[in-house]
Each structure stands twice: as structure tokens, then as C-alpha cells.
């Protein structure tokens, strides 16, 4: 769409359509344009003092920029400019000098701000953005911390790899939480991920000018390594034994989202944050607005509805927490008490559920779109439509599943009695 000149104001800057560039008629130079997407950015169009044309990006249309504050910001570079300054060159050239720590900052503040997009064009979970916090704080910050972000190259990031990997970042470090303690640990797994995020990190860096290319890309990585741990037989029974051994020592909502994470695969998260207001009982059907993969809406076996805990008038939540309307933050230390109680193996964990969930799932012949329809998996594109499509026949996949998993740890604790 062809430039124009007005007076820019807030309407002229959300009516720009992608490809579009508005001028300013009050400041020569100043403008504002839409690339790609929906972010708009003001820039300044001058010559410096040896006649070479410049283009300077004040910044993104939001907090602190709007057409006001970035008139006055284009009024201020401009009064440079007459001084003989170069802003545009000097920009440039700070932004080549910043460190990785530097970067790492403008990245977590663009997570923040929610500028930073997944590949459903969504902004990061709350719950992302803290990992990758974690990630930048304990691993990239020490070892590269200090490095040149356009000195780093993909050798450099090979001997980042194989450092986090060696152990060179692991250490005990204190949280934000009273008396806690982080266990930073190393591996291959850990490495893996964490290249990962570096190079989103380095992505943005070139999005931003930093530098023109990505040392991370072609960085051969360790395979990831992440636990296949399914549950045996007879551990079902043992998890049949725990909950009925917990019952007078652990709050009662907890053991039953242990049991409903066995019933239905699903995530902790998900699970913990469930809310009535997303259930349809009659239709044995749970509606989950924002999940890691999107909206999911989810078939309920019989048996995991008829676990749920009485509904309190106090919160919406379904398994709420021992005090208070927020989620169940203690829940990871019910688990472990009802691991101690029932002696379980200290491998099992709430993500060993879903995948045993998974594994029983495809051993009972489900096909993998069905699965993936249970339990909100990725790539569920297919299968978002199938839900629509097969409510019925869902509901009778989740019921054939839920019933050998209660017949398997009912069997097993009842013969122990």
C-alpha cells in the first residue's frame, strides 16, 4: 500500500496494514510502518552530516511509545543529528558491542511484555518464560554471560553444550521461596534444552540487529534423553495402596488429583487448574481454554467423574488448594508424602502417569490421534476436529482405558489385603 503524510495519532497507527508506512507532516522524517504481523514500529528517516541516508528505529508502538513520545524522541535524535551525531551508526555499533547478558536481558523483558511468540502465534505461558529464566540465570549467564554477542560462534556454542552437559553450571542455588533450594544439574538432557533456548535467544538477536546470523543453527545436539518411565503392573497396585494409606494424612483434594492424573493422562498443570466452570458432567466433557497446545476440549472416563471431589462455594477450582482460592501449589510435596507412605519406587512421578496413560493407551490398540485427543497432546490439529466429530466414540475410548487401569490397581491392592 502506498506511503502517505499526516499527522500521526493513534488512529492512523492501529488502522496500518501490513506493508504500510505513514509520515509524520509535523517532523520531516518521522514515521511509522507495519512490516510483518501486528507489531508497529516508529522510525526516523535523516541524513547524517556526511549526506548518507539512515534509518533509526525508535521503538514499538506500546508503553513508552506512542505517536506522542515518539514525535518528541525523533525531535530529540534530530537536534543530535544537526550536532553532528550519527544515532542510527551509533546504535548499531552498541548493539554489536552488547554482551550476551545484554541480550539475554532484552529477551526475558520481551517474554515479559508477551512480545515473544510460540509457533501457534501465541505469547509464552507463564510457566515457559520462568524456565527459560531458569535457563538463562544458571547455565547461558555463567558460562557466556560476558561473551560479545557477535563474537559468538557455533564453536563457542558446541563448548557451551558439552560444558552444561560436563556439569560446569551445577550448584545448589537459592530461590525466591523461604528456605528454598534449587538442585542445578547438568547432563545431556539438560544441554540439549538449553541450546534450544539459545538459540530462540540468538533468533532474536538477529530479529532485533544484533548481529545478521544464528552460531546455534547447525550445532549438532545430544539426543534428549527424557525418561520413557511407564508404570508395571504391580505398580499400579502399589499406587491403589498409596492413596488408600494416605487418606487420614494427606489433603484429600491432592489424592484425588493423583487419581484423576492416573484416570485421564493429563498434565499436572491442567489438572491442578481445572476449573467446574469448564466441565460439562452430562456430557462427561472438560473444555480447557489455554492449554499448552491451545483450547483442548477433553472426553472424561466415567470413572475419573466419579472421583471428583464435592464442589466448595469457596473457589471454582476443582481440586483447590488446603487454604486460600489459588491453585495447589503444595501439590509436589503431597506426591512425595504419598510416595513415602505407600513406598513407591521414587521415579514415579505425575508425568510418569501421563505417559503410562499413553503407553496403555496404544497397548490396548488406540490409535494415535485418539490418544492425542485424550490427552491434549501436540499435533493435535487432526484431532481437534475429531472430537467434534466422535464425541461417542471417544467417551468409549476413555472409559475402556480408565477401567483397566482401576482394574489393574484395584486387583493388585485388593489381593495385598
Known sequence: MASERTPIGLKDVRALETGQTIWDSRVA??????????????????????????????????????PETARAEAKRVLG????????????????KAATVDDLCKLYWQAAESGRLMTRRRTAKKESTVATDKGRIERHIKPLLGSKKVAAVDRAEVER?????????????????????????????GTATRTVGLLGSIF?????????SDNPVHGVLRFADGRRERRLASEEYGQLGKAFEASADDVWPAAIA???????TGWRLGEALGLRWSEIDIERRTATLPDTKTGRSIRPLSSHACSILPKRRKATDLVFPATRG??????????????AVIGGLPADITPHVLRHSYASLASDLGFSEPTIAALIGHKGQGITSRYVHAADAVLLAAADAIATEITA????????GN
Do not use: C
Open 80 to 95: 543530535e543529528v544537526v550536532t553532528g551525531a550519527d544515532p542510527a551508526t551509533e546504535k548499531a555499533a552498541a548493539r
Open 325 to 338: 482460592d489459588g491453585v495447589m501449589s503444595g501439590f509436589p510435596s503431597l506426591w512425595k508424602k504419598m
Open 257 to 263: 488429583a493423583a487419581k484423576f492424573l492416573l484416570l
Open 29 to 66: 522524517g518521522f514515521g511509522a510502518r507495519r512490516q510483518k504481523g501486528t507489531a508497529i514500529a516508529y522510525v526516523l528517516f535523516y541524513r547524517s552530516s556526511d549526506g548518507r541516508q539512515r534509518w533509526h528505529t525508535i521503538g514499538r508502538h506500546g508503553a513508552p511509545w506512542t
Open 408 to 415: 489393574r490397581y484395584s486387583a493388585v491392592a485388593n489381593a
Open 160 to 188: 557451551f553444550m558439552h560444558a552444561v552437559a560436563e556439569g560446569e553450571t551445577a550448584a545448589k542455588v537459592k530461590t525466591g521461596k523461604k528456605r528454598g533450594l534449587a538442585n542445578v544439574r547438568g547432563g545431556r
Open 203 to 211: 533468533t532474536f538477536a538477529v530479529r532485533e540487529g544484533m548481529r
